[in-house]
């Protein structure tokens, strides 16, 4: 029985210490609050002055050393930003899509994660590229849509 309790708080503390984190980071502009599915948007970025060389540039200057174990592959029109941790992981993709218009269009993006459990440092990596697109540009406009994703699924 005391096991049973002892494990109890153990949890409770964990839950709490992870709740003040979480809260300190919102505080603190490392992150914002996001509905649960985010990691399920894609977030479409459509600017009249910024170009792709600019946005590598200030992408290659993003401190993103509170992000643990992160890992940045830079291809010619995409970032691949990627974090794997035993069971979990995930892939994120900050991509140049082109130009139409004198309109230049982004799209950023979680290609594939899995087991959950790392939302906190997605929200902190599309935070700091959302407010690096935002000083780079103020007038800068996002759209978001649902990625329709396919999952395994089991027979048992």
């Given at each position: 029985m005391t096991f049973v309790i002892l494990v109890g708080i153990i949890i409770a503390l964990y839950i709490y210490i992870n709740y003040i984190k979480v809260k300190n980071d919102e505080e603190l502009g490392k992150i914002i609050k996001?509905?649960?599915?985010?990691?399920?948007?894609?977030?479409?970025?459509?600017?009249?002055?910024?170009?792709?060389?600019?946005?590598?540039?200030?992408?290659?200057?993003?401190?993103?050393?509170?992000?643990?174990?992160?890992?940045v592959t830079k291809y010619d029109n995409y970032y691949k930003y990627s974090q794997d941790y035993v069971k979990y992981g995930w892939i994120a993709i900050f991509e140049y899509i082109?130009?139409?218009?004198?309109?230049?269009?982004?799209?950023?993006?979680?290609?594939?994660?899995?087991?959950?459990?790392?939302?906190?440092?997605?929200?902190?990596?599309?935070?700091?590229?959302?407010?690096?697109?935002i000083e780079l540009d103020p007038d800068i406009e996002v759209r978001k849509e649902v990625i329709k994703r396919k999952t395994k699924r089991s027979f048992f």
């Open positions: 996001r509905e649960k599915n985010f990691i399920d948007e894609r977030e479409i970025f459509s600017s009249k002055t910024l170009e792709w060389e600019e946005i590598k540039k200030s992408l290659d200057e993003l401190d993103l050393s509170e992000i643990k174990r992160l890992k082109g130009k139409s218009d004198n309109i230049s269009r982004y799209q950023l993006y979680i290609s594939s994660y899995r087991n959950g459990g790392v939302e906190h440092y997605i929200n902190m990596l599309f935070t700091a590229i959302e407010k690096m697109l």
